[in-house]
């Protein structure tokens, strides 16, 4: 049984940043991702992070998004700078039904209900 509730997401201007959270009320040591899925388009990775602090992220997030998490807290954030209008889509935290790093939606069986991310031009 575990639950994942995201927030930090809104509105922001181009150029802004923006810290996204996702606590997990069930106790696990499994690795914790973002996904992002904007109108129209499929969901997408855009990072993950083991318990242990390993992180991958999508080629096209490097050096603008940092994951990270707080085992003692249960959290996992994602730090998000240089934010740019084509980063607007509803946020998505999920745990993965396995140790490591995977990029796909299907790899991960917990999702919370998502976060929007609106960046302006």
């Known amino acids: 049984q575990v639950q994942l509730v995201e927030s930090g997401g809104g509105l922001v201007q181009a150029g802004g940043s923006l810290r996204l959270s996702c606590a997990v009320s069930?106790?696990?040591?499994?690795?914790l991702g973002w996904f992002r899925q904007a109108p129209g388009k499929e969901r997408e990775f855009v990072a993950a992070?083991?318990?242990?602090?390993?992180?991958k992220y999508a080629d096209s997030v490097k050096g603008q998004l940092s994951i990270s998490r707080d085992n003692a807290k249960n959290t996992v954030y994602l730090q998000m700078n240089s934010l740019k209008p084509e980063d607007t889509a509803v946020y998505y935290c999920?745990?993965?039904?396995?140790?490591?790093?995977?990029?796909?939606?299907?790899?991960?069986?917990?999702w919370g209900q998502g976060t929007q991310v609106t960046v302006s031009s």
């Open positions: 999920a745990r993965r039904n396995g140790p490591g790093t995977d990029t796909s939606p299907r790899s991960y069986d917990s």
């Open positions: 069930g106790r696990t040591f499994s690795t």
């Open positions: 992070i083991t318990f242990g602090g390993s992180t």
